[in-house]
């Protein structure tokens, strides 16, 4: 065996040298030519994007197929909204259209060129960089530039130093940048724009404002994560609590617009081009925070209605035991009689409500009727028209201590602050005040 083995080593590797030199003249491994590609996405934003749509697609692939439909649906639902509000949270503060601008403008390439393009040019800034485009194809381009591609994509970040003034290297790191790219030799529009930012003296501080609105706008975002966070966990616990959670993620994301908008700098940014200005206005990642910021507030107040008006329902939609909401209270018997007193009270005025409303009925409808009308009923009097169980009537049964209490209920959140306390029907008796009505 040992022999054959040697006799195959000389054919095995004659054959690894064919496979090795397949479409190669060189004799050795090939070398290729830069191949220059421009920058058309944003990676990070990207891969968050691809991220929360992966999980929304696992959530509803792994739960619709189950049984009870309807509850999956509605888990569904609630899990693709969280993801929604999350990648709009982080694609924000990492995204790059907060401002954006465009123009279209005539202008010189490099030191040293004496071609112009005609190019179109863009800036995007963000919370912690500013992106400036410029590209030029086609008859656009001078006559020594037909070869030249025109395709630029750079990107200048400040996070999160001012540093001092100059380009040294204690300068900011925008600064640093932007003396980089002029030793690598960017065209002239790139570094003109770019100029705007580092330029930090009377009135233009573009970059100074930028970076410190973006900076506290980034503050109140990071902080919107962990609030949002703790309201979906908190939707599995205590539900109002995760409302209350979900509208403090609304307001930090309307206060993160509100600093961008009121910090940055006073004087508008606007570049001087032979065809107009470059004028900048607000973009995609500002328009969605602000989306994002009132859709977490709307939700949060109709959550915390809904569990103040409808607690059991509500209670049910997000998948709890509404058991699991209320509380036990032993009452003292001075306790249970001074409720069952005022129930019987209750009791007795929606009895002369109805016994009212059937006499006004059944007579004509005349000013003097009416007015016999509540004479007769103040002359009955209350137990005229009452149950066998009012006031003066002793209970059948001993009353109930044990008491079953919600933390937010309909009638202590209505007193006197949404509107009045809900009716209740004069069939239904709260059971825990073991009170019957004799027929």
Known sequence: MGSKARQNTPEISIISEALFSLGRSEGFPSHYSENRTPVTIDVVEVGIIFSFACLSVCFAVILLPRYDRKPRIILVCRAVIGMIVSSILLTSNYGQNWEVGAITAIVPYKAGVPDEIKADIGIKIGLRSVNITLKSEGEDKGVGLKNEEINFNERFTWTWDQGRIGFGPFAGRLQQEFRAAQRRGLPIPILWLAEY??????????????????????????????????????????????????????????????????????????????????????????????????????????????????????????????????????????????????????????????KREELIQMQPIDSTDLEMTSINLEEMGPTAMTPSYAISTPLPLPPTQLLLKRGTTVRRAQKGLIRTPAPVAPTNVPFYLSVQKDH
């Not at 709890?320 to 036990?328: A, F, N, Q, R």
């Open 197 to 354: 930012f580092t330029i930090d003296g009377e009135g233009f501080r573009f970059g100074r404002f930028y970076r410190t609105a973006g900076w506290y706008a980034h503050i109140a975002l990071w902080a919107a994560v962990p609030s949002w966070i703790m309201s979906n966990l908190l939707f599995l616990t205590v539900v109002r609590y995760g409302a209350l959670w979900a509208v403090i993620t609304g307001l930090l994301q309307l206060l993160a617009c509100l600093i961008w908008v009121s910090v940055k700098n006073p004087i508008p940014l606007e570049v001087p081009y032979n065809t107009g200005d470059l004028v900048t206005f607000y973009g995609v990642d500002f328009w969605k925070t602000i989306f994002s910021g009132c859709l977490c507030i709307v939700l949060g107040v109709v959550v915390i209605l809904c569990d103040l008006r409808f607690p059991d329902e509500t209670t049910v939609f997000f998948s709890h035991d509404p058991l699991s909401e209320y509380e036990e209270c032993h009452l003292d018997p001075e306790e249970v009689d001074l409720m069952r007193t005022k129930a019987a009270k209750q009791w007795e005025e929606v009895i002369r409500q109805r």
